[in-house]
């Protein structure tokens, strides 16, 4: 077999844990598999060199950013590299330019157009682990890039779909993708298996066991995916096409507490003011989520929308220039908001579950603040004081704990 | 104007002493001159990193060695560039392998073979200050090599040759090069100028202000070598081929305690016992440096030679395994010895310059165990203890303090 395994940067924080991992991946090698490594920067890496380029400069070039954070990833693989050595294996490790992940020219938040896999086919046929630095890739002309949030996942997928492996293994500090948040729902239930679709939705909205881009991928090119703890023997949760077992009405439930809530109050109402609205926030590259839409005194409009909150300054700054030209009158904004949603692929066909969904809030003596919905999931934006008690009421109300429910 | 400059660690090793450097690289600039940047490592970063490795290898395979430490350099000038784009300028980072500073296989000691200079002359015609990552370079398999110590000074020397820049200058945190080290001999006078052979003996005799392998390249290319200082405006010390003032007895004193003396004793007069040890040593990539042989009771034969401190264990165990093939009756060592040496280009014509350099020696009490010289140099051997009373011997013997000694 060929496996693509992938280590969060909480696995290999130390020498230590760099050593647990080097042997679970020499014990894949061993069992006669094709071993290919992807490895995040070590802990907390990637922070301190982003804390060291703000020190020097508040807004630094994204391509100088993306050839600093890169050094993380490189240091990571070496390491492992070395590790595995000590241990009697064999190991190389390759950067993204080494590897050939071409990507295109956006800095930061790049995407990747080819995988060349020559060089990882001849190391692996000189018996070697291949160690990939995660999250980054290289332009046509040499230049660094980096992926964007998760991407060491999307490198992971990526990579297996190119070297068609046979599974990709993302390893991470939990057993696997659960019903809730365990550390917060103590009842939480480990998924054995659970859709593309769902995942992607669990992903998208802020369960952080996997990110979004990398369930895409691995839709598109089928590959089969699982979700493992790096710490525990446990078999973790696949992620693949179609759940055999069961078709679930809801799998799991999901919070965000990154969001922040933007309300412009007071819009005349012409033609085209939210149209201006979310072209500036297009043109700052600020992802907008949930939107309401509301009238207000006098006849005037009321937008209020939320953003990841890492992107309230940018946001609120491109509005506030151009609060005339919007004829907004106030422009607000409450960071104490959190998102919470259900997701299951049953739900589009099942009518009750909304109902049962917003009973679980009013157990909870929850308020709702915006709503959004699609096939299969059911979003809420509330106060993020409440996401606690709100996630264990929703986890009981569908017994998400003890089994699960069928549609059927 | 071209010119190459280049910046050590602790001339970038916080962010005040980058924004010194950036606002330096930005005058050079500002004055009408294309301006090509070479850049250590920050501070200790290369010593946390060698660090980090020996934690999980205290024997990491070079090849891995090397792709750890490169990051550093390449976080060197990505927050440079961060910095020169924070105060205004222009400036693009790259690393060695986007310049392609192409290198020989040898990992943690390679040769430079070709620098690619296309993509350093397209980032000037883009007005763009260059900002290159030193001591590292890339195979043509792109593989990342470095070029073992002193790779900066290197990589400066020969991206000036290369660029067929009209200056290179080198950036330290002394104003030039001393007649003496001035932390030790108060009255060490800094040098206008300094011939290359002068220069390379010094930097080879422990002068750590430039290393050797730049002179010799800057010699063979006939590159315009000038050492300054980074924090201040000292026109500092030109390096050239022939010095016009005049021609000196003696320039410098060097000392260098990074030394160890092994003693083989008691070894069988028989022909080849000698070239045996020093194969030996060439085997385990040893550089031997004075020798001294001499006979000891029952003919038999004593050899001594100086090494670097971080080769003596490598060397002892290679002795100690081969001991009785070499005739060896003990095998002794001596880490507290230090070398010093007086550099001077009219020292050959001269005879009356070693016998003053014994005087010296004499003034101060110390005991010589051992002598090398050439055409432009002596070498002692001495105890360690007294080295800084033996360098302001000479340094008063010769009065370099003062006015240089005329030849004729």
């Known amino acids: ?95 993204g330019t080494q590897v050939g992940i071409e990507t295109t020219q956006n800095f930061s938040n790049a995407r990747i157009r080819t995988i060349h896999t020559e060089r990882i086919m001849l190391e692996l046929e000189r018996k070697n682990v291949v160690l990939v630095t995660g999250f980054q890739g290289v332009t046509a002309s040499y230049d660094v890039t980096t992926l964007g949030r998760g991407g060491s996942d999307t490198s992971a997928v990526a990579l297996a779909a190119a070297l068609n492996a046979d599974i990709c293994e993302i390893y991470t500090d939990v057993d696997g993708v659960y019903t809730a948040d365990p550390r917060v729902v103590k009842d939480a239930r480990k998924l054995d298996e659970i859709s593309y679709d769902e995942m992607l939705e669990l992903a998208s909205l802020g369960a952080k066991v996997l990110h979004c881009r990398s369930v895409e991928l691995a839709k598109k090119y089928n590959v089969k995916l699982v979700v493992k703890n790096s710490m525990s023997d446990d078999k973790g949760t696949e992620v693949k096409e179609e759940c055999k077992m069961e078709r679930m009405l809801v799998s799991g439930v999901a919070t965000d507490k990154n969001v922040s809530r933007l309300s412009i109050m007071g819009i005349k109402d012409e033609p085209g003011k939210a149209f201006e609205i979310f072209q500036l926030m297009a043109q700052e590259k600020v992802s907008v989520d949930i939107i309401l839409q509301s009238t207000g005194a006098n006849g005037r409009q009321n937008i ?105």
Request: glycine residues 6%; negative net charge.
């Open 304 to 408: 209020s929308f939320t953003i990841g909150q890492d992107d309230l300054d940018v946001a609120l700054k491109a509005l506030e220039n151009n609060k005339e030209r919007l004829t907004a009158e106030e422009i607000r904004h409450d960071e104490s908001v959190a998102k919470l949603s259900i997701v299951g692929a049953g739900m589009a066909t099942n009518p009750g579950i909304a109902a049962m969904f917003f009973e679980a809030m009013y157990d909870a003596g929850v308020n709702i603040q915006m709503i959004s919905t699609s096939e299969i999931k059911i979003t809420v934006l509330i106060d993020e004081k409440d996401i606690d008690a709100a996630m264990q009421s929703v986890h009981d109300k569908f017994k998400l704990a003890s089994v699960r429910m069928r549609m059927d």
């Open 1 to 95: 077999m060929l496996i693509v395994q992938k280590y969060g940067g909480s696995s290999v924080a130390n020498a230590e844990r760099v050593f647990n991992v080097a042997r679970r991946i020499m014990a894949a090698q061993q069992a006669g598999n094709d071993v290919v490594v992807v490895l995040s920067a070590q802990g907390k890496t990637t922070d301190g060199l982003i804390a060291k380029a703000k020190e020097i400069n508040p807004h630094p070039s994204r391509r100088e950013m993306d050839m600093l954070l890169a050094t993380g990833e490189q240091q990571s693989v070496a390491l492992m590299a070395m590790a595995i050595n000590y241990l009697g294996g064999r190991a190389v490790s390759l950067n």
